[in-house]
């Protein structure tokens, strides 16, 4: 599915390898997929390449823990990851740029025929074990349809969450675009010079205010006003900018706990229980954050709204 979306070359036929070209605005990148179970491709891939991501892949309709996974079934099931992900951290082989875990289908599928009777809290525990391990959990429907819906969906999900976070990932091998560089320089140097004006300004200007009491009474009421009006519209901004700094403060801590879990996890540091309840406990918070930063967005489009009313009334 990866290989019909992005631009490939498959580079060696003894060991297959298939290169996927990774571009955007700002980057364009070599990205090299190769198969963990395939031995043949470990004897090169040390000597050339950098192991910055993995994803690891199931198959939903052999995960399902109300049907009896018997034989074959079972290596490509979601318990079966484990072992490769053991294996593939015990060979320095995970990488720390992108850790996607994918249960895969193909066609339009009800929650209790991918994840059984009990679907929410299987997918709980998939959830936490991909908590404990730095994983992302996707659910993907590889159907035509699957592979291209939801790519125009601001919070994407399914195919499209995976394309997105391949194309969004800064590989080792980014090379960064011409013309996103020089703009970034220009940005850079206006930023700079407007923050050296205004400082010569505020030190050499000659300017001052006339005295309120030589105006007439009109005027000077309505300079009171629109003062009083600007000031509270400082000290709301203030507020609201005070409120968002402390929600991705709050964010980062989550993030840093999280790591905390996983490496508490690995030192074996923590019991089941301790490590569900951990990890449980951040989901929670997570969603929490996250609501809220939402619910300021749609403050400040409320706002802008509210603003341009006003301008028209006054106008």
Known sequence: ALQSHFETVNDDDDAPRTMLTVSNRYFHAKVLLEDLLLQQSKTTISETTKDDGIILVFDTMHSNPSVATIGSSFSSSFDALTMVHDKAEQDGECGDLLRLC??????????????????????????????????????????????????????????????????????????????????????????????????????????????????????????????TDSTENYFVDDLKAAEHDRTLENLEGLLREAASIREASRAGELTDEERRKRAADAATLMMSLMNQLDAEEVQEDDFEVDSSSDEESTS
């Open 102 to 227: 994918v249960g895969v289908h193909v066609g339009e599928k009800t929650p209790t025929e991918l994840r059984g009777k009990d679907h929410e809290e299987e997918y709980s525990r998939r959830v936490l074990w991909c908590l404990d391990r730095g994983y992302e959990y996707v659910e993907a429907n590889l159907s035509k349809e699957g592979q291209t819906s939801g790519h125009d969906e601001r919070d994407k999900d399914g195919f499209a969450r995976i394309v997105e976070a391949i194309s969004g990932t800064v590989w080792s091998s980014a090379v960064m675009e011409k013309s996103k560089k020089q703009e970034l320089k220009q940005s850079y140097d206006k930023e700079k010079e407007s923050l050296l004006h205004a400082k010569r300004q505020t030190s050499e200007n000659p300017y001052v205010p006339p005295d309120p009491s030589l105006l007439d009474t009109q005027i000077q009421s309505e300079l009171v006003k629109n003062s």
